[in-house]
């Protein structure tokens, strides 16, 4: 099951207009969480791959897709497009800030990218 997920961020990566991406999880929105990654990276894209999840199912998915990215081919676009500050273990889990939001809960997995060429 959880290949499914590597397999998803390698399609995603194999696209030209993807120049940089990180993976990580969060219990916040989404849509606040790119805000974020835009102000601090300057990534414009972000996708759920998971959702709902509890912190340690969120915990486990993050750290399976950081570990077989880092293993993967250093050569390999899946490698080579990872943010270099976070990559080769350099492993940063945190849900972020404390929520009043409801599902503050329930947590994602996603990958945030940008397209230098946009």
């Avoid at 929105?29 to 990654?37: D, F, G, N």
Wanted: net charge positive; aromatic share 16%.
């Amino acid at each position: 099951m959880l290949e499914h997920y590597y397999n998803t961020v390698w399609c995603v990566v194999a696209s030209p207009f993807v120049t940089e991406y990180m993976v990580g999880y969060t219990r916040r929105p989404a849509k606040m969480r790119l805000s974020e990654y835009w102000k601090i990276h300057g990534y414009q894209y972000l996708i759920v791959l998971a959702n709902g999840l509890t912190l340690a199912d969120a915990a486990k998915l993050e750290r399976y897709l950081q570990e077989n990215i880092w293993a993967s081919a250093k050569t390999g676009a899946l490698y080579r497009k990872y943010n270099e500050d976070r990559r080769d273990g350099r492993h940063f889990p945190s849900a972020g800030p404390t929520s009043t939001i409801l599902e503050a809960d329930r947590h994602t997995v996603y990958m945030a990218w940008w397209d230098k060429k946009s």
